[in-house]
């Protein structure tokens, strides 16, 4: 009947509306991945210096002790 087909056209919109919001949602998740493992990379280059600078420190300590 008419009314199962309006339904049916009304259901199919509603699911092509859905598939577009994951595609857009989709489509943003690569760069933000990126983001994150580039901030997480230059977190680790930052906790590497601060490890030799507080290694330096040490050393000045215990020489300075002897």
Same mark, same amino acid.
């Given at each position: *009947? !008419?009314?199962? =087909? %309006? =339904? ?12 577009? /919001?994951? =595609?857009? !949602? ?6 933000? !991945?990126?983001?994150?493992?580039? /901030? !997480?990379?230059? %977190? $680790?280059? =930052?906790? /590497?210096?601060? #490890?030799? @600078?507080?290694? #330096?420190?040490? $050393?000045?300590? *215990? @020489?300075?002790?002897?």
């Amino acid at each position: *009947t !008419v009314e199962e =087909r %309006l =339904r049916a056209l009304y259901d199919l919109q509603l699911i092509d509306s859905r598939i577009d /919001e994951i =595609r857009n !949602v989709r489509g943003e998740l690569p760069l933000e !991945v990126r983001d994150l493992e580039d /901030e !997480v990379a230059g %977190l $680790n280059i =930052r906790l /590497e210096k601060l #490890v030799a @600078s507080l290694e #330096v420190i040490d $050393n000045d300590i *215990t @020489s300075k002790k002897n």
